[in-house]
């Protein structure tokens, strides 16, 4: 028992610097660059301390250059949005609904997540040849296509494991009742992905803002925050780039909290509304209930 328990607390030690060191591993660069965003020094680094300063936020806000790339992420962001989670949806209904062979199955699926696994140097390229041919040149929209031609599988696969277990006798009791394909569609199968359609959402958003291997090659003469991102490496850095790094961290945390918030609040109205039902039927039932409180 004693040695027992002498390897179990030289087992918890080592774990507890495991995940000390794993820890520092994860955060130390966030922490690292997070003060260089507010050191005066015009290098990007604390090794150089030379006092606190706000003035790489105030010149992040006054280079109009990174916010033209960055209204350019958001338009292109929303654009792959709505074309990527369509094209995903269609994608897997096709796989989970047509009635193909093993075979035909692997086929069309090899085929359907082809673009992920292509390099996106090539997705740019071969987009950018492909639709010169229509008369389409680089731009804002060829970007948009191009980063939706491997954004959709991503979509797709999300939409395919949601789709799978989906009871398909809910839709064929719909129809025997007289409801329309239509009817079926948007009160029954939406419902059921509309988890699937927000993360889908999410995924093809934030996929696009960071993409810059297809979009550099598609986007010509614009640019998007990442293309600005890497101009500004090759020029040399500064703590402005820092400073814009602080800003997306606390956007995004401020969007976990609030979305942590709103799921909370969801499970506590949930919580109620399953209690008041409960006292409901107790109550037809003829027994005493508990009022919630």
């Given at each position: 028992m004693i040695r027992a328990r002498g390897a179990d607390g030289w087992m918890g030690r080592i774990l507890s610097i495991y995940l000390v060191l794993f820890f520092f591993y994860m955060f130390g660069p966030?922490?690292?660059?997070t003060l260089a965003a507010?050191?005066?020094s015009p290098y990007p680094t604390v090794t150089q301390w030379q006092g606190w300063t706000l003035r790489w936020f105030a010149a992040l806000f006054a280079d109009r250059e990174l916010w033209v790339g960055i209204q350019n992420s958001l338009l292109i962001g929303i654009g792959v949005m709505l074309l990527a989670v369509p094209c995903g949806l269609a994608a897997a209904l096709l796989l989970t609904r047509m009635r193909l062979s093993r075979?035909?199955?692997n086929l069309v699926y090899g085929i359907l997540v082809?673009?992920?696994l292509a390099p996106g140097i090539l997705l740019g390229i071969s987009t950018l040849i492909f639709w010169q041919n229509f008369g389409v040149g680089g731009g804002l929209l060829l970007?948009?296509?191009g980063q939706t031609s491997f954004i959709a599988a991503y979509c797709m696969l999300l939409f395919?494991?949601?789709?799978?277990?989906f009871d398909v006798t809910l839709e064929e009791a719909a129809l025997d009742?007289?409801?329309?394909?239509?009817?079926?569609?948007?009160?029954?199968?939406?419902p059921f992905l509309r988890p699937a359609i927000l993360t889908s959402c999410v995924l093809a958003f934030l996929q696009s803002m960071e993409n810059y291997n297809t979009t550099v090659f598609a986007i010509g003469g614009e640019r998007t925050l990442m293309i600005e991102i890497a101009a500004n490496v090759r020029h040399g850095l500064t703590p402005m780039v820092n400073a814009l790094a602080v800003v997306l961290i606390a956007v995004t945390v401020a969007l976990a909290l609030a979305?942590?918030?709103?799921?909370?609040?969801?499970?506590?109205r949930t919580g109620r509304r399953a209690a008041a039902a409960r006292a409901v039927d107790l109550r037809l039932a003829g027994k005493p209930t508990l009022q919630p409180t």
């Amino acid at each position: 028992m004693i040695r027992a328990r002498g390897a179990d607390g030289w087992m918890g030690r080592i774990l507890s610097i495991y995940l000390v060191l794993f820890f520092f591993y994860m955060f130390g660069p966030l922490i690292i660059m997070t003060l260089a965003a507010f050191n005066d020094s015009p290098y990007p680094t604390v090794t150089q301390w030379q006092g606190w300063t706000l003035r790489w936020f105030a010149a992040l806000f006054a280079d109009r250059e990174l916010w033209v790339g960055i209204q350019n992420s958001l338009l292109i962001g929303i654009g792959v949005m709505l074309l990527a989670v369509p094209c995903g949806l269609a994608a897997a209904l096709l796989l989970t609904r047509m009635r193909l062979s093993r075979t035909s199955r692997n086929l069309v699926y090899g085929i359907l997540v082809s673009p992920v696994l292509a390099p996106g140097i090539l997705l740019g390229i071969s987009t950018l040849i492909f639709w010169q041919n229509f008369g389409v040149g680089g731009g804002l929209l060829l970007a948009t296509i191009g980063q939706t031609s491997f954004i959709a599988a991503y979509c797709m696969l999300l939409f395919t494991a949601r789709l799978q277990r989906f009871d398909v006798t809910l839709e064929e009791a719909a129809l025997d009742v007289g409801a329309s394909h239509t009817q079926v569609f948007r009160r029954i199968m939406l419902p059921f992905l509309r988890p699937a359609i927000l993360t889908s959402c999410v995924l093809a958003f934030l996929q696009s803002m960071e993409n810059y291997n297809t979009t550099v090659f598609a986007i010509g003469g614009e640019r998007t925050l990442m293309i600005e991102i890497a101009a500004n490496v090759r020029h040399g850095l500064t703590p402005m780039v820092n400073a814009l790094a602080v800003v997306l961290i606390a956007v995004t945390v401020a969007l976990a909290l609030a979305y942590e918030l709103h799921r909370r609040m969801e499970l506590r109205r949930t919580g109620r509304r399953a209690a008041a039902a409960r006292a409901v039927d107790l109550r037809l039932a003829g027994k005493p209930t508990l009022q919630p409180t």
